[in-house]
Each structure stands twice: as C-alpha cells, then as structure tokens.
C-alpha cells in the first residue's frame, strides 16, 4: 500500500468509474492535515470534471476510525509559534478544510461516505457532507472541541443547528459520544449497514453500469445501500439520544446560557451517558461553552455558504487566542488533563471578550468565493 497519507484511486465499474479515496493514517486515526485535505480537494475537483466517474467513495485506512479530527498538534505547534497571529498553518488548514467541506455538500455527483470506527471532529465533517452517509455498529461519533477550547466546526454550525430540538446544542456543549442509531436519529446518517458488509457494497457498486445522469446515479447508489441496510437492520445497535430527548430539552431550558450550563453541571444521575456528558461541559472551557451558543444563535438561519464564512472567522479568532493553545497541551501535548482555562465559570467571562470571537479578523473573508 502507499505511503501516501491519502490514497486516490479510480475504480472501473460496469459502464463508468468509481471514485476511491481512502485516508490513509491508522496510526492517528486518519487524523486531517493540511496535504491530505488538498489532496482530498484536488480528486474531487478531477473528478467533478470527468464524465466518466459517476461516483465517490471515501472510507478510512484500517478498521479503527473513518477519522478522529484533524491533526491538533500541528495547529497547536502553528499556535503557540505565533501567539495573537496570524498563525499560517492553522488558519490555512482551516480554510482549506472548510472548503473542501462545502465541496462535498455541495457536490452533484453521489459520494458515499463509509463511516465506520471512530468519526470525529474532521472526520464528521467529511460524512456530514456527503449525500450517502453509512454507519456500522462500529461508529462512535462526537464533537468534543468544548475540551480544548475549540467549537463543532466543518459544517457543525449547519448540521447541529439541524438536529430536532435542543440536542445539536446539547451535543455541541457536552460533546457527548453517539452511536450508529444515534445519528440516524439526529440527521448525520443515512444508512446503517454492517461493517462486514464493505466489500460486499464496493463490489456492488462497481457491478453498476453507471449513466452520464448524476439523479440516476445517486439512484443506483440508493439501490446498493438500501439492500445492504436491510439486511443489516436487525443488527442495529440501540441508541442514547431518542431515549433521552424529553431530558435533553428540559435540560437546555433556560433563558440564557449559564442557564443552560448550570442545569447540565446540576444533573445528579446513574445514567452513563448523560454523567459523561456532564463531565465534559465540567471539564471543558467555559469560554467556550459560551462561543459555541453564540455561533449556534447567530447561525441559526444562515445557509451553507455563510455558515462557513462565519466558521472560518471563528476558528480564526479562536487559534490566536491562547485558551486554544492551553486546552491542547492539556489534553494532548502534556496530557496532564489539568486546562488553566482563563474563567472559571461562563458568568466570569467579560461581554467584550465574547464578543471580540465574532468581528472579522481581516478585511475580506477567505471564503468569501464560496
């Protein structure tokens, strides 16, 4: 197998080609960099040109993760070498990523995402994006910037804002983990299907005598997976969320948000799942907390495009602030677990400081050609 960090591959099918791309780092848990999402950019840009790949299909190296994030240590390092910024590396990635994301959602021809194992930050990003999303009993899903004083990006504005209810704000606040039934449930996912099942649906898609007609093709790609799904249906594992909606809306009714968090910190519960949940908003950064509802309120009614644009001013923001840098040394670099976050609770952060996260750090917005 290549080295290469991402491998591109074009499959003949019956009549037409798939499109393969497979992220290619088990060992970080095919974790994004800045290469791998400009090579991930590039094949998409061929083949939205060639007629005769009808399709894509994007999967993870290895049986481990579709992918964990994007490879934090690299944006810390650009962090921390230019404190207040500009921090080139870092907000290159960004821009790049957020590109290539609204690339995938925006994209006419059918891309099928396999995401099994562990679908994380970045990673979640890729899948939420693609039009034929598929789970396995394997799938462990979660947005947990909230402990490195980061905030759900690629697209998280868009996809959590989404969600029914309150539970994309929950999710966002506590990055709480789903499963397969989870995010069928909330939107993420299309299909569950068996993880066994992967060569079995590659063969069958490639087995297809594809058309010049991207509707009928996403057609075709209907076919396979729904027939996959179906026999896997009984193999579904039950799910978090569903169960614990009632809980979850009463939790996020408050009039603000430290009303929000003060309900979510007070939970005194057995329940696995809502005490993990708990723990990460405890544990996570305060300003944080508050600059994720503000990016959720604020996007609220935007469209895709300016969900992006928005993103992409935040993340700016945020990776020349040093509470970023501090809460990756404390999970990743030093792994002390021990964040000096700079407030201790959401009402001790200043409206200024806050607000400073939301006004444009340049003149033109880098996404502004979206």
């Known amino acids: ?9 074009e499959q003949d099918s019956a009549q037409g ?37 009808a399709a894509v299909f994007i999967a993870g190296s290895g049986d481990r993760a579709l992918c964990a994030g994007g490879d934090v240590q690299a944006l810390h390092a650009s962090a921390v070498e230019k404190p207040g910024g500009p921090c080139l590396y870092a907000e290159s990635f960004f821009t790049h990523e957020y590109r290539m994301n609204y690339t995938l959602h925006t994209y006419p021809k059918p891309i099928v995402c396999w995401g099994s194992g562990i679908v994380m930050g970045g990673g979640l990003g890729i899948m ?5 999303r598929v789970v396995t009993e394997t799938t462990r899903i979660a947005m947990p910037e909230i402990t490195i004083a980061l905030f759900p990006d690629v697209g998280g504005s868009w996809f959590l804002n989404h969600m029914p209810g309150s539970i994309g704000r929950f999710l966002a606040l506590t990055g709480a983990h789903i499963n397969a039934a989870d995010a069928l449930y909330v939107g993420l996912a299309d299909r569950f299907i068996t993880s066994d099942r ?47 909606r009632a809980q979850i809306a009463t939790l996020c009714d408050a009039n603000t948000i430290h009303g929000v968090v003060d309900n979510i910190l007070a939970l005194d519960t057995d329940d696995t799942w809502l005490s993990r949940a708990r723990d990460s908003l405890a544990n996570g950064s305060p300003l944080a907390a508050l600059r994720i509802d503000r990016q959720l309120t604020v996007t609220r009614h935007s469209s895709l495009k300016q969900v992006f644009q928005a993103e992409i001013q935040l993340a700016t923001q945020i990776v020349r602030h040093p509470e970023f840098a501090e809460g990756v040394r404390a999970l990743l670099i030093d792994k002390d677990r021990n964040p000096a976050w700079q407030y201790a609770t959401t009402r001790d952060v200043p409206a200024e400081v806050l607000d400073g996260f939301f006004v444009a750090p340049w003149d033109t917005n880098p996404l502004v050609d979206l």
């Open 198 to 244: 992967c060569n079995s649906v590659m063969e069958q898609l490639l087995a297809q005598s594809w058309t010049q007609d991207p509707g009928e093709n996403h057609g075709l790609v209907q076919d396979v997976l729904r027939a996959a799904a179906k026999a896997s249906a009984a193999q579904q594992p039950e799910g978090q969320v569903a169960a614990h």
């Open 128 to 132: 939420s994006g693609c039009s034929h």
């Open 17 to 53: 080609a798939l499109g393969v791309i497979t992220l290619n780092v088990p060992k970080t848990l095919n974790s994004l960099t800045l290469e791998m999402v400009e090579l991930i950019q590039g094949a998409l840009n061929r083949w939205r040109r060639d007629d005769n790949i």
């Open 1 to 9: 197998m290549s080295d290469s960090p991402v491998l591109i591959t």
